[in-house]
């Protein structure tokens, strides 16, 4: 695995899409598929020279070539149907069985960053019971899986499959994103369930199966507090990480992307009751379109997250990933904006702290 300073910088995984992307994304009937492939490749090339341009340690690909965050997994799998949900985004429910048809699928992605950078590289996945959660349908899905349940765990072996050839491919971070395990933060959430902690539970155990074994690569999980919201219009969840903190410690990787920009966060004194071999990846810049946190602020949030946890066991990185859903319209200027002071924060913490 590539070697990466102290408070090494990085976006958690999407970055914004221009018009022209999304148009490829889209699938545009009026673009060749030779012309698609093309300019996709240019696509990526650019935004994976974004991230270098302002300093970042570890890259993506912005997940420019995916249609879906959580539809990948019908790239992997057959069992699948694709419609549209009321706001026009793509929306993929399970109808059948699933068959694994493209493992690697994922892999492929790394493989082309890894030919544009020699920076350290991160590829992220849907966490399975996220999945379930979006993915399962009481009455479409019923047939092939009688239970929300029943399908993440079917979902297990396909993405641990991406998994293992993601480690083969030479990547620094896998990097699992579950913010259905972070709803179990709302107090609102919590109680439209029968049992808020078993349900926890049970997005972390099958989280587990997906890594359980796997060596020769650093694993991490992505707990989005829907900081998507905010671009979106949509509900953000409230409360601190402390109804969770049991399912977190049964985790079994080496890191956690925590949000902490937002005050319904909670208190940083909480890294206090985590393991102490999790590495925190700080959500330390916010993802809000038109607020652009200085470099002294970004700093202040690092230097109060030091006050619980030692140094070599931060990093650096956005709330959360800034593109959500493949059509959010979000300034990739000011993105650039926001990496060049996270960057520069972690140049002074440093020095303060090296």
Not at 101 to 130: C, M, N, V
Not at 131 to 147: C, F, H, I, K
Not at 172 to 188: A, G, K, M, R, T
Request: a negative charge; aromatic letters at 6%; proline letters at 6%.
């Amino acid at each position: 695995m590539t070697a990466l300073p102290l408070f090494p910088t990085s976006v958690v995984g999407s970055m914004p899409r221009p018009a022209w992307v999304r148009r490829l994304i889209n699938d545009d009937e009026n673009i060749e598929d030779a012309d698609r492939v093309r300019w996709m490749d240019s696509a990526i090339r650019s935004v994976v020279a974004l991230q270098e341009a302002a300093g970042l340690d570890v890259v993506t690909d912005g997940e420019w070539g995916r249609k879906s965050y959580i539809g990948v997994i019908a790239e992997l799998a057959d069992g699948f149907e694709l419609s549209t949900s009321d706001d026009g985004r793509p929306w993929t429910v399970v109808t059948g069985t699933l068959e694994p048809k493209q493992p690697g699928h994922i892999a492929a992605e790394a493989t082309r960053i890894k030919s544009l950078t020699d920076r350290a590289i991160k590829s992220t996945l849907p966490a399975p019971a996220l999945l379930g959660e979006r993915m399962w349908d009481p009455v479409a899905s019923s047939s092939a899986y009688p239970t929300r349940e029943s399908f993440v765990e079917a979902c297990v072996p396909i993405l641990r499959r991406e998994v293992e050839l993601l480690r083969d491919e030479g990547v620094s971070i896998v990097q699992i994103d579950d913010p259905h395990l972070c709803l179990f933060v709302d107090p609102d959430v919590r109680a439209g369930y029968d049992d808020p902690d078993r349900a926890a539970d049970f997005a972390a155990d099958m989280t587990n199966q997906v890594v359980d074994g796997i060596e020769g690569v650093r694993l991490a999980v992505h707990l989005c507090r829907r900081a998507g919201a905010r671009v979106r219009g949509e509900h953000a969840h409230e409360g601190g990480y402390g109804p969770i903190l049991g399912a977190l410690n049964r985790l079994k990787v080496h890191h956690l992307t925590m949000e902490f920009t937002a005050p319904q966060a909670g208190d940083m004194a909480v890294f206090g009751e985590l393991r102490e071999d999790f590495e925190i990846g700080l959500g330390c810049v916010g993802c809000q379109p038109g607020r652009v946190d200085s470099t002294d602020e970004i700093v202040e949030r690092v230097e109060a997250a030091l006050a619980h946890l030692d140094p070599a066991r931060v990093t650096l990185n956005p709330d959360c990933g800034f593109a959500p859903g493949s059509a959010a319209d979000v300034s990739l200027d000011e993105v650039y904006t926001k990496l060049c002071h996270e960057v520069e924060a972690a140049r002074r913490l440093r020095e303060r702290h090296g």
